[in-house]
Structures are given as structure tokens and as C-alpha cells.
Nanobody, 115 residues
Framework: QVQLVESGGGLVQPGGSLRLSCAAS????????MGWYRQVSGKQRELVAW???????NYADSVKGRFTISRDNAKKTVYLQMNSLKPEDTAVYYC?????????WGQGTQVTVSS
């Protein structure tokens, strides 16, 4: 079965950096677009960034120029490098893949940006 396991969240000061990782299993990783989403309690989950199998990327306007999504197909892992973090980036971050018309999610990793 499809499994996505996120790691790398934590507490960081404004202006700091974090790198999130998502290890995937149960899929032919190289053919799927992978995405990162985030959710604040009481709000809808929102797309942060995605990366296609060919390496094309897309970002939410709020993170452009600060976040970078990348993938390592050999390790079946997708990354989210987050720089210049702001308090409004505080959220639970989820890894996503859509397979056979179904969305799969990881368990989420908490990112808190606070001084």
C-alpha cells in the first residue's frame, strides 16, 4: 500500500530555515507528481508546492522565492527546503501523491515559526 512518511519539522525563529523530507513507498515513485500541502487548525489545507516526475515545479505565491521543492528518485524522497521562514508559515505540513484518482497523505509534520 502507499505510504508517505514526513520528517524534518520543528520550531524555528523567524528568518530561519528548515528542510522537510517525505519518504514514499508502495508507488512507482518516478512517474508521479508529488506535492507539499499545509494546514492551520480550523482552516482548509492549502497547496504549497508540487514537482512533476520530470522535475517541473509550481509554488503558491506566498512561498515563491523562499521555498524549494525537489526530489530524489533513487531514494523515493521529496524535499521541501524552506528559507526565510515567517510566523505565517506555521502549520502542519503534509506530503501528497494522487494515484488512481485517490489522494494519499502522510501523517504530517508540525512547523512552528516563532521567536
Amino acid at each position: 500500500q502507499v505510504q508517505l512518511v514526513e520528517s524534518g519539522g520543528g520550531l524555528v525563529q523567524p528568518g530561519g530555515s528548515l528542510r522537510l523530507s517525505c519518504a514514499a513507498s508502495g508507488i512507482t515513485f518516478t512517474i508521479y507528481t508529488m506535492g507539499w500541502y499545509r494546514q492551520v487548525s480550523g482552516k482548509q489545507r492549502e497547496l504549497v508546492a508540487w514537482i512533476s516526475w520530470a522535475g517541473y515545479t509550481n509554488y503558491a505565491d506566498s512561498v515563491k522565492g523562499r521555498f524549494t521543492i525537489s526530489r530524489d528518485n533513487a531514494k523515493k524522497t521529496v524535499y521541501l527546503q524552506m528559507n526565510s521562514l515567517k510566523p505565517e508559515d506555521t502549520a502542519v505540513y503534509y506530503c501528497n501523491v494522487a494515484k488512481d484518482a485517490r489522494n494519499y497523505w502522510g501523517q504530517g509534520t508540525q512547523v512552528t515559526v516563532s521567536s
